[in-house]
């Protein structure tokens, strides 16, 4: 696994994608290589510093996503490209994969590191069912990324809000 930065690395915002209501993708212009699971330190500076988990990673960029909820969260999400922020990491560990088929199932922007961790599976011939939940529609992030990577009736979306037809929570969609 890549060692981690011990020090920020001060990187460019590449550019902001809104993924949900009040959730924004942040694409960083950095070389850090991350593996499905892993997260960076983020430092804004004379704010503070907060883990978030790297929901892209190409060698050139790596994408975060945020959720707009408080000071930190909201000062991110209104930068725009162009500006510098500082990044440490990648910290944490990663998922092992096994066996010829894999279901994933995770909530909001838990479910970054688990569409990583689809794409990794798809390059082993991993075949992936993936239970996507969110509290309501508005705030589901990534459908069209899976539904691209797996197809769409390999996909199976859940809210616990009042305006969805499958209104349950994720993990009881697994029984
Ligand atoms: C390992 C790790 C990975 C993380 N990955 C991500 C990530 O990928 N994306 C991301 O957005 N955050 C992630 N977080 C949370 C993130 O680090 C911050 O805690 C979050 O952005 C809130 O910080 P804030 O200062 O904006 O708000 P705070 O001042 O800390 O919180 C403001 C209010 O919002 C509430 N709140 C905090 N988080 C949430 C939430 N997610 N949903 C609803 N209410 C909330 C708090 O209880 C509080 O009432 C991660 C945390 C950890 C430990």
């Known amino acids: 696994m890549e060692r981690p930065l011990e020090r920020p690395q001060i990187v460019q915002i590449a550019k902001s994608v809104n993924e949900a209501e009040g959730i924004k993708t942040i694409f960083l212009k950095s070389d850090i290589k991350a593996k499905p699971g892993q997260f960076v330190m983020v430092w804004l500076p004379r704010v503070d510093e907060k883990p978030f988990a790297i929901s892209y990673s190409n060698g050139s960029e790596v994408g975060i996503t945020v959720a707009a909820v ?59 069912k993936f239970v996507l939940g969110a509290r309501t529609k508005n705030k ?31 993990a009881g969609r697994t029984r």
Request: some cysteine; overall charge positive.
């Open 70 to 128: 408080g000071p930190f969260s909201n000062k991110l999400c209104s930068m725009k490209p162009g500006e510098k922020i500082g990044i440490r990491g990648p910290y944490g560990t990663t998922f092992q994969l096994e066996g010829k088929k894999a279901v994933m199932v995770g909530g909001g922007y838990g479910s970054a590191s688990l569409t990583m961790l689809t794409e990794e599976a798809l390059q082993q011939r991993i075949k992936v």
């Open 140 to 170: 589901l992030v990534y459908v069209e990324r899976i539904k691209k990577l797996i197809g769409s009736d390999n996909l199976i979306v859940t809210t616990d809000g009042k305006k969805k037809s499958t209104r349950c929570l994720c």
